[in-house]
């Protein structure tokens, strides 16, 4: 051994003692001696109290009086005199130490019977010191109270280590639960039936292969992305994936996982758990579009209209280019309910829905505004285009065939021309709606209404 290495292993074990000097000296001492020599007993306070322990201590005579009192209370060690006439032989001692179970027992032997105990002690289960070196006990003390909290310290890292060893087990054998492990470079080592079934194949072989020749799995080498290094281990961060399954289908798997080591300290790949989140994200999905649809045409709501209209305003303000808002009115709703029934209604509500819907680009949005109240969003078009898109809404609506027959009253309006803000550019279509209105003669059909024929229009009211 270097002479570095004998260095720093002299510190370290003086690091260490101090440490547990000082941790021993912070908190109390119970002890509790079994011994008829009050001498002996106040020559085993001195030197403690010279160590600088704090000592809380009792006394008793003989064993039976130690088992009573260790059934009401708790020490941290136990000090007996030896050669004790209560205590006899190997199996006395073996009886004693189930009594003490984890406190540690110190003897104070006379020099005339160490050598007998010496040999006895020899299994680890106590300790001693000789009676004319008493000075020896705070150091006996310390090194029994060190070693018990070892063992404690032991006994918990070997049940966290069944628990973790159960843990894995759990997970490799649930059938929710796919698990793989791949090593250093990221290659794909082994994988559980749960995931085999995940990706829809036969067996391990079959996916092993697949993901050789497809990259199937993620990669998890040096450097990956997914990959964040930690303290002490290289760990998966949560993150959501897609994989295909065999049948071509998309698999939505959340990923988690931690880095595995060998015996010499060295990394040796990952352990990841995947779960099928597939069905979750469907839902959320379901609920989200539920969250922004009108429940009766199937069309965007009146908040899924404001989102649309605010989207496309920034975009108009960063491109410089307009789009358009067409606002329709399905005429005579009440009359229709009152006529023909409530049903009748909402399928001429759903019939205008359609049409929209069927005048849509892909870019475009239909919503019901409201009540009787439709928007369309045109984005990337100007108002002679929307007013064409008008025109075609009012034509399928003339070609119906289904009774009653229905019509709408039509205003748009385009950004930045007409307005600049949701709100100014809703009323602006609005007016232009009206505008429409006003000038039909009861039960007839018009055309569609641009903001600037409404201005028009409004102008030669207040002449008129």
Same mark, same amino acid.
């Given at each position: 051994?270097?002479? +570095? ?8 074990? =003086? ?40 000592? $809380? =201590? ?96 032991? @006994? ?99 990923? $988690? ?54 989207? @496309? ?106 307005? @600049? ?11 232009? +709606? ?31």
């Amino acid at each position: 051994m270097s002479n +570095l290495t004998q260095n720093d292993l002299r510190s370290d074990l =003086a690091s260490f003692w101090s440490e547990s000097k000082a941790s021993h000296r912070r908190r109390l001492l119970r002890v509790l001696f079994v011994h008829r020599d009050a001498e002996v007993v106040d020559n085993c306070l001195e030197e403690l109290k010279k160590a600088q322990f704090m000592v $809380s =201590a009792d006394f008793v005579l003989n064993l039976a009086q130690c088992g009573e009192r260790l059934r009401s209370q708790s020490y941290d060690v136990v000090i007996a005199e030896y050669p004790c006439p209560s205590l006899k032989g190997s199996e006395a001692l073996q009886v004693l130490h189930k009594q003490l179970q984890e406190t540690p027992l110190l003897f104070v032997a006379s020099a005339v019977r160490s050598g007998s105990i010496a040999q006895l002690a020899v299994d680890g289960a106590f300790d001693y010191v000789e009676r004319e070196h008493v000075a020896q006990l705070p150091m006996a003390v310390r090194q029994a109270l060190n070693e018990r909290r070892l063992r404690r310290e032991l @006994e918990d890292a070997r049940q966290a280590l069944r628990h973790s060893q159960s843990l894995y087990r759990a997970l490799v054998d649930n059938p929710s639960y796919g698990v793989f492990r791949c090593d250093a470079k990221g290659e794909t080592l082994d994988v559980n039936q749960a995931l085999i079934t995940m990706l829809g194949y036969a067996s391990k072989e079959d996916l092993l292969a697949a993901n050789r020749s497809t990259e199937l799995l993620s990669s998890f080498e040096k450097g990956s992305s997914l990959v964040m290094p930690s303290t002490g281990a290289k760990r998966i961060e949560p993150v959501e994936i897609e994989w295909k399954r065999k049948d071509g289908t998309i698999l939505h798997a959340r990923l $988690s996982g931690r880095g595995i080591y060998d015996d010499n300290g060295k990394f040796a790949g990952h352990e990841i758990i995947a779960v099928d989140v597939t069905e979750q994200r469907t839902l959320e999905d379901q609920l989200r579009r539920q969250a922004l649809s009108d429940s009766l045409t199937g069309l965007s709501n009146h908040r899924r209209l404001f989102e649309v209209l605010q989207a @496309e305003i920034c975009r108009s303000s960063r491109t410089s280019r307009e789009f358009s808002l067409i606002l329709l009115d399905l005429d005579g709703l009440k009359e229709i309910n009152d006529r023909f029934g409530h049903p009748t209604g909402d399928r001429a509500l759903c019939r205008l829905g359609q049409i929209l819907r069927d005048c849509c680009r892909s870019i475009d949005t239909a919503a019901r505004h409201g009540g009787d109240e439709f928007a369309l969003v045109l984005p990337e078009t100007g108002i002679a285009a929307a007013t064409l898109v008008a025109h075609r809404i009012c034509d399928l609506l003339r070609k119906e065939t289904e009774e009653p027959a229905l019509s709408v009253s039509v205003g748009i309006a385009s950004h930045p021309r007409d307005a @600049e803000t949701i709100g100014t550019l809703l009323y602006a279509a609005d007016r232009a +709606l009206y505008a429409m209105k006003d000038k039909r003669p009861a039960g007839a059909r018009t055309e569609p209404v641009p903001i600037e024929n409404a201005n028009n229009l409004e102008k030669r009211k207040s002449n008129g």
